[in-house]
């Protein structure tokens, strides 16, 4: 059995404004950093075997920060990036929300059929990248436990995906800043044991709602 721990990045500025951040390598704020911090504490006594993360800074920082504490190096897998938003991205969501009234809405209400403006990805891409990404660590690392860092997007879309939901049901998961998730695999049979958990940052559940991703 492999099992994955996947872990969103700590809090970013742009998180805070409601900038859709995409692909855009935006730093952790200081409170990320301090969530960056408490989520490796609160995975210092579990036997973590490897660390992958995104190339973007919010997550292999945060992944850094629990690597360090098990001796481990990060490495990275640009199948993990978060969703290119294409235009959309450095925009604020009410701007966002004026500029594309339509493509806004739907996203929000069917987000399986937006393909981002500009060039970007549609959730199915990210999809496919993704579990290509975790079908490969379960086939190259069996019994192995692995940290993962990655983004809100990626997080909800590969958890549809091992849950058997389409991409229809991506605004049904949360995933909190430095929340932990645990999948693991059995025979090519995926099971969700934990889904974003946050009592490491000392609640059970956080009440933010991010305006951007």
Known sequence: MTRIILVRHGETTWNIEG?????EDTPLSERGLNQGHLLADGLRNIPIDLAISSPLQRSYQTCKFCADLHNLPVATDERLLEINHGSWEGVLAGDIQKQYPVEFAQWHREPEKVVMPGGGESLEDVRKRVRAAFDEYVTKYPDKTILVAAHDAVNKAIICDVLGLGMEHFWQIKQDNTCINVLECNEGVWRTVLLNATNHMGFLF????????
């Not at 900038?19 to 692909?23: A, I, L």
């Not at 956080?206 to 991703?213: H, M, R, V």
Request: proline share 0%.
């Open 19 to 23: 900038r859709y951040q995409g692909q």
């Open 206 to 213: 956080s009440g933010i709602e991010q305006a951007g991703l």
